[in-house]
């Protein structure tokens, strides 16, 4: 293994590091969809030769880095790797295999050096199209679209004709798609370049030494980090919304030495609807929350997470057989860095937040246009992001996942819909020494001749965001169509001129209320985030 002082170490991890940022906006310029453009929803990460997480843009939604390398693997399985060769690009949507659901497409290429594959880049992203209908009412995972069999979709830098026509024969919106899958190949031919003349610049022989002494040192930090937290077993549970009942999840976390353990038994059983969270993915945002916790200054890499062991039984609704329908994963998932926070909270009460109005909401706009042109789109509107030890929780903030917001002029162009009213809805957030952060509400117009179909699939409807070690909750979310309430999870056919409202919930509040300094009490009612008659949970 190579000697790696601290100076040479930084210069060749900052290189790559910038090389991840440089081609995750290189793909956001050339791609084809809102969703990666104005959302962000999509992720560039860096394999070593054995395909372990090396390194990542610094924009990726935390389940895509997290679960590429295991995607990796399954891909390796069908496709063994001594049968590639320079300019192959894998292709796979599986959600089992991948990121949970079938709208997240992941590429991955191989790069060569000297003969033999050094290394591996890949990137992930969400196509808001994958075919099918997917539906609130799904009861297994064929239900949900069309599913990529791992395959390669470039051979040797030529396209794969019989993949290609899969996707264009399937989805409704076909150029969008295959446009970002394109303009990954593009970033990786570029990315590869710029890669072999950093490690040769930065005098690297091999390229899995660096990974090495990255991931020795990324494991030591953390391991030191959950050391210095007295052993310990805590346990809690969060209950979801879920769909004809509520849907439990358990969690014994365990803290000895310098490991840590995420034990999910207990947890309800996976249901015939789509809101099963797969094993990678349940995986991926729980690594996530520790890594937040505990460590949140290292580099983030297969290293940090050697310490950490998740328990998710078989069967369980985050870790389902298939095939459960999971198109809505999140909406189990993303209880999971939630659930871990809580947890820790009574371990290392500075280091956490509280309870945020996720898992993210979002809908989905179908219809056609007055000329027949058909489109399909999605619009991300986040809760009220749960308070934080120094500071209150910040308005409308995705969390765990961190997508972007798309502007409304870029939706209203695109879909025959008038954004009517965005704004934020006063006292959402839960009141505490650190109050949560604020939600909103949003209503959209029908404006075209023709009627729109919204598919949405929301939660903290009926169980609003805890607050934490004496903070209250914030606000439970609403949706509802000319005015009137309806199901948080449904399929709408809108008429023209129909208006449907999304009220989104409020986070959660941190710290006993009455401990909120009334300065800053006296600002939030003159900026009017709390009312005169909210404000009595203060006083009380």
Sequence with gaps: MADFTALRLGSAWRRI????DEAAQNFVRTSFSSVVRDNWDMAIGLMDSAGRQFAQSSRSVPSFVGT????????????????????????????????????????IRPIFRDGRIAAWIGGTFHSTDIGGAPSVEARDSWEEGLTIPVARILKAGVENEDVIAFLETNLRQPDETLGDIRALFAVYEQAEARLARIVAEEGIADIDDLAAEIFARSERSMRQAIAAVPDGEVTDAVTSDGFEHPVTIRLRLVVKGDALTLDFTGTDPQIARPVNSPLNFSRAYSHYAVKCAFDPETPNNDGCFRPISVIAPEGSIVNPRRPAPVWGRHLTGHYLPILVLAALGRLIPARVIAESGSPLWNCYFTGEHADGRRYVRMFFMNGGHGALPMRDGPACLSFPSNVATQPVEQFENAVPMLLTEKRLIPDSGGAGRMRGGLSQRLTFEATGPKPVTVTYRHERVQNPPRGILGGLAGTGGRDLVNGKPVPAKARIVLAPGDRITFETP???????????????????????????????????
């Design 17 to 20: 590091a910038g090389l991840m």
């Design 506 to 540: 409020g986070g959660g509040g941190m710290g006993p209320p009455a401990e909120r300094d009334p300065a800053a009490l006296a600002r939030d009612i003159e900026q009017g985030y709390v009312t005169e008659a909210g404000a009595k949970a203060y006083r009380a």
């Design 68 to 107: 590429m390398p295991v995607t990796l693997g399954h891909m390796l399985a069908r496709i063994p790797r001594e049968s590639l060769r320079p300019g192959d690009v894998l292709i796979s949507n599986d959600g089992y295999l991948g990121t949970g659901h079938l709208n997240d497409i992941t590429t």
